[in-house]
């Protein structure tokens, strides 16, 4: 398995734009977490997802921010509109089982809004 | 103005050495942890983890001691090398979430 894949490594969009980033969860993992990392705040977790349903979403930071995982082998996770607060590295991580379980993180995306 | 990003604990140790990165978590009530290491521009890639009903495990060349009287995690790392620097998180599992700590920076010296 090629791991958990997220595209695009790199990201530079305006403000005001719409920025989409994507997730390839590994092939049979029914649990999907959306975490950023900044400097000012480490590693945060966004949203999470079992079964492809959002289960707690209670880390996303504004209605600004939104995601989806219209089936087992896909996510994205939507800003619009993009901010520079919103500058960070994303990572999509994904495990089998939640509680107890590894998560195995992907690449990350990072992400600069100028 | 100046930004302010978190005061990441750093460790620098010679090649060779024994290192010793620390971490307190903050429930009691967490069950399973698991110490990541980040290298630059990757993701976190797990090491080893150990769960709550343990107090010790051993990996190739790490060890992870977990105190839970004073919610208390270390990794030991054997005879460090250059390819271990980088920076160390451990992370707890609290129902199905993980939370993750600040994070220790090791440096390896040649």
């Known amino acids: 398995d090629a791991g958990v894949i997220q595209s695009p490594r790199h990201e530079v969009t305006e403000m005001g734009q719409e920025v989409t980033l994507r997730c390839k969860p590994i092939s049979g993992h029914d649990y999907l977490f959306w975490y950023r990392q900044t400097m000012m705040r480490g590693l945060e977790l966004l949203i999470y997802f079992n079964n492809n349903v959002p289960i707690d979403d209670s880390g996303m930071p504004e209605d600004r921010f939104s995601a989806k995982m219209p089936n087992a082998s896909f996510s994205t996770l939507k800003i619009q509109p993009s901010e520079p607060r919103d500058s960070a590295v994303y990572f999509c991580a994904s495990s089998l089982g939640g509680q107890g379980r590894e998560a195995f993180f992907g690449q990350g995306t990072r992400l600069t809004v100028v | 103005g100046e930004s302010v990003g978190l005061h990441l604990p750093t460790l620098s140790v010679q090649e060779g050495d024994n290192s010793i990165i620390n971490c307190a978590y903050s429930n009691s009530a967490s069950d399973y942890f698991i110490w990541y290491k980040q290298e630059s521009g990757k993701g976190p890639q797990f090491i080893i983890d150990?769960?709550?009903?343990?107090d010790k495990r051993q990996g190739q060349r790490v060890t992870v001691l977990l105190n839970k009287t004073v919610k208390h995690l270390s990794l030991q790392i054997a005879a460090t090398q250059p390819g271990d620097s980088a920076v160390y998180f451990c992370a707890e599992n609290t129902g199905n979430q993980f939370y993750f700590g600040t994070g220790t920076s090791l440096t390896v010296i040649p």
């Open positions: 150990i769960r709550s009903n343990m």
